[in-house]
């Protein structure tokens, strides 16, 4: 049984950290003032604004900082700054008993895909969303909106427009996934969320077609492809041929490593490394529908 972290209300204290890259701008400023313009009170990680190399600070400050946040019951969520590199260097050091015992929602994407897998293990909700170094970006308005819906009325009600090459279908189940090479790198662990039966959502970026299409065989290998309720299709954000071309649109991928079986899969879902970013509610039951009208993802 899932716990589900209380929704939050004006008053309540948030956590802010860097546990994977610094930033490298200001962007996050405007972000912390939607935080405090919802009515939350800022708890700034001692190391947040910490270097160390590309990353925030050392592995010691970016794992005290979070442990910290995880360990006091009077944070009611905590959001990383921005994502990266470096929370898989994390995990196995943190002890998540405290966290367990008083769950919080932790926000984020990216590399915080590694956590956000983790703490589905310990049968906690998160949710993979926008972070305060995207909050204000053009064309995030309504992600922004939605995720305040999310964390203080507990709704979500996204709908989104057909693809073509969509699977229709219905499902309801919880969400589980994130970036595919973030997924890809917690496989054998004990961070990898179980898939079967679940909704499995996918994003990228930056990736070399040949290297996706690597990524998402290596899922379809391993067993994760064939158990699933559902299939959500996120941004593959600057993913583009190399040099070795393979001739394959990520929807081409995608269709064959998932010929045999029979969910229903929605593409160019407005999730991921996108200005609209959608909130995602993980390990909390959704209902996905996708027909001819359109692609629903709701309570």
């Not at 943190?94 to 008083?102: G, Q, S, Y």
């Amino acid at each position: 049984m899932f716990q589900i972290p209380h929704l939050l209300t004006p008053g309540n204290r948030v956590g802010i950290i860097s546990p994977a890259s610094h930033p490298t701008s200001e962007q996050w400023k405007a972000g912390l003032r939607v935080l405090t313009d919802w009515g939350l009170e800022i708890v700034l990680g001692e190391n947040y604004l910490a270097e160390h190399f590309g990353l925030g600070g050392t592995d010691e400050q970016r794992r005290a900082d979070l442990q910290r946040m995880l360990d006091d019951p009077n944070i009611q969520a905590i959001f990383p700054l921005r994502g990266g590199y470096g929370v898989s260097r994390l995990l196995d050091g943190l002890d998540f008993t405290k966290f367990i015992e008083h769950p919080k929602w932790i926000v984020g994407f990216s590399d915080i895909t590694a956590l956000l897998c983790h703490i589905d293990t310990l049968s906690i909700a998160s949710i993979h969303g926008p972070m305060p170094n995207n909050f204000c970006q053009k064309g995030g308005e309504a992600a922004l909106a939605n995720l305040h819906t999310l964390l203080f009325e507990g709704r979500t009600e996204i709908r989104t427009t057909i693809h073509p090459l969509n699977k229709h279908g219905e499902a309801e189940s919880s969400i589980i996934g994130g970036n595919l090479s973030l997924l890809t790198h917690l496989i054998g662990t004990n961070s990898f969320p179980n898939p079967k039966g679940k909704i499995l959502f996918i994003e990228e970026v930056g990736e070399r077609l040949y290297h996706v299409d690597r990524l998402l065989l290596q899922l379809k290998r391993a067993g994760y492809l064939s158990d699933l309720a559902g299939l959500i299709i996120g941004g593959f954000t600057d993913c583009k041929e190399a040099s070795l071309e393979i001739g394959l649109r990520v929807e081409d991928m995608i269709l064959e490593h998932t010929a045999a079986y029979n969910y229903p899969i929605a593409f160019d879902f407005p999730a991921g490394h996108i200005p609209n970013n959608q909130p995602l509610p993980m390990g909390k039951k959704i209902k996905f529908l996708v027909n001819a009208e359109n692609v629903q993802v709701t309570d």
